[in-house]
């Protein structure tokens, strides 16, 4: 039996052995509750896993609560935590802000169970904290760059560009054809940081050294030309005036539906949004391609890559045998499959054993040969460094609207994160 319900909390801010398909689990029984982000792809899953997991196990009950995306939902996550009132299984992000989760106490770990012999060490480096491992991957690594509509491309004879000069200059064509060149959604302030966090690949590639100098604070967004150029990045496109009308206001389903159904040419986004856009406007996914965000060399075009977010057991779980055993059948090779079947393949996973089909969107196409040999991707700032400040969504849309020049922007980030790294006690600061 299964519900989905939306999850308000009262008072808080605004914000080994390969298993295969075919594996045999022991039948459990009980209750479960199951926190998700409210991404149209993110409930598809949920929603497709908790059927197929309650049909193996009908003594199983999974209730799916819903929370909103960005800074709300990481107030609302954290808090519960606090609170000792997390649902027993949730979905969060790896990287730096697991970390902020202070998980060796408020998180079950994960590092003896069977199913981590099968996820990528590489991915593992990202849910680890103090010897111990807490979480797994329920989707596929992501690339963050630009989704373009083909069609767009095609009838004004664009090519891909690979260098932000290009980029600006397709722009200038879209725009003078009386079209919406890049889509932008504040109303979801999360998706303002895309441009300025999916450029750091450009920032390794003029200084390499960057990220280890960040967490030093040997080396500043404000005071770094290459990082710096990441915020002046997003106020040129807001002041060459190519943005949508309703910016401000549209959502991240807004902007995945612009792109897709051409009402729009460009939209920066991470490529899970692969997944919303095969659930929400399927007969349209195949007008979408994806390229990274461009730097200001053509030969060092590169993509920067985000380690799947991870599902993890709260440690106040009355439920831990049964949580654990939720968890290993979505980081199987079968739960590989029922998320390919609910949402579409979106990317390579990082489970041996979980494959895509041969017949993946546009997008995913696009995104593959960074990943490939000869391919160039590099982290994303989050998981080279546990410092990330929590006011940057609200300063890129500062930048982004044209309120705050990309220099002030840069420096109130860099104060911001200083904040951050204090209270993770990190040397240096």
Request: aromatic share 10%.
């Amino acid at each position: 039996m299964t519900k989905t319900k939306l999850f308000a909390l009262m008072g808080a801010s605004t914000l080994g052995l390969m298993m295969t398909a075919n594996a045999v689990y022991a039948q459990q029984s009980g209750y479960l509750s199951f926190l998700i982000d409210n991404g149209p792809q993110s409930v598809a899953v949920a929603e497709a896993w908790v059927a197929a997991y309650t049909e193996k196990n009908p003594d199983v009950t999974i209730d799916i609560e819903v929370r909103p995306g960005g800074g709300e939902g990481d107030n609302i996550v954290k808090t519960r935590l606090a609170t000792g009132a997390m649902a027993d299984v949730f979905f969060y992000n790896s990287g730096s802000l697991f970390q902020a989760l202070n998980p060796a106490q408020n998180l079950l770990p994960l590092t003896g169970e069977a199913f981590q012999a099968n996820v990528q060490d590489s991915f593992k480096s990202v849910v680890s904290a103090g010897g111990e491992v807490y979480g797994a991957p329920f989707a596929p690594a992501m690339g963050g760059g630009i989704f373009y509509n083909k069609p767009i491309y095609e009838e004004l004879g664009l090519e891909i560009p690979k260098t932000w000069d290009e980029f600006m200059a397709n722009n200038e064509k879209i725009k003078a054809a009386g079209k919406t060149a890049v889509i932008q959604t504040y109303g979801e302030t999360w998706t303002s940081q895309v441009i300025v966090l999916a450029d750091f690949f450009n920032v390794l590639a003029e200084d390499p050294q960057f990220a280890e100098q960040f967490t030093a604070n040997e080396a500043k967004f404000a005071t770094t030309p290459a990082a710096l150029r990441s915020f002046e990045k997003l106020q040129e496109v807001h002041d060459a005036d190519l943005f949508n009308a309703d910016f401000g206001a549209a959502t991240y389903p807004d902007g995945l539906r612009m792109v897709a159904m051409g009402e729009g040419a460009h939209y920066p986004m991470l490529t899970f949004g692969i997944g919303a856009i095969a659930e929400t406007v399927p007969d349209h996914i195949q007008d979408v391609g994806f390229f990274a965000l461009p730097g200001d060399s053509a030969d060092k075009n590169g993509l920067t890559t985000w380690m799947p977010d991870s599902i993890y057991v709260a440690k106040t779980t009355a439920s831990p045998d049964l949580a654990k055993d939720f968890v290993s059948f979505v980081a199987s090779p079968e739960g590989c499959d029922i998320r390919n079947e609910a949402v579409g393949a979106t990317g390579p996973y990082m489970i041996a054993g979980c494959e895509l089909p041969a017949d993946v969107p546009p997008a995913v196409s696009d995104m593959l040969p960074y990943f490939q040999e000869g391919g160039q991707n590099a982290p994303a700032l989050e998981f080279l460094s546990p410092v990330k400040g929590p006011a940057l969504e609200q300063i890129t849309v500062e930048v982004g609207s044209g309120i705050r020049p990309a220099a002030e922007g840069a420096a109130l980030y860099d104060e911001d994160v200083r904040k951050q790294a204090q209270q993770l006690g990190l040397a240096g600061w």
